[in-house]
């Protein structure tokens, strides 16, 4: 039989391993946004606060600029983009799970959830259209003309935003 710090410290060998399976993931899944946060952190161990501090308020006056200079160009080139990434990870996969599984969209079987994949977040002035693959129990299916390489029936959900 196992004691409890043998049992304490597999668990926390799983929460590490989980962590840096998560970690690597994000960094394949998301390159420019780690980029962001590693570059400045690397020039700040290599040349010090000084020099990271301007690499990271040079551009950030550039972009303050165009923003004022020209919002329409802005919005289309970087504003709507960088909101669609934020409301996918902060609105939308939040509360993926109990609103999929409320609306008969996933299902809960024997302790699992099986649920559609959130695949994209596209936000303009007035709404947000959410991609999701229809076909969440990982089965596949021959592709058809709507239908993604991978055999995933893909679903444009609609919400409006903004308040009345």
Known sequence: MRSGTDLARDHAAD???AFITGLIRTLVVHPIAAAVLAVPSVIWVRYGWPV???????????LTGWAVADRASFAHWVGWRLLAFWRRFWTYRRHWQPVMVISGLGRHLQG???????VRVD???WADRVDRARNGHGSRRRPS???SPGGETILDLGFLVGGA
Do not use: E, I, M
């Open 145 to 147: 003309n709507d239908q």
């Open 123 to 125: 936000c303009d002035g």
């Open 52 to 62: 990271a501090v301007a690499v990271v308020t040079v551009p950030g006056s550039l």
């Open 112 to 118: 699992r959830d099986y649920l559609p994949r959130l």
């Open 15 to 17: 929460s590490r391993a």
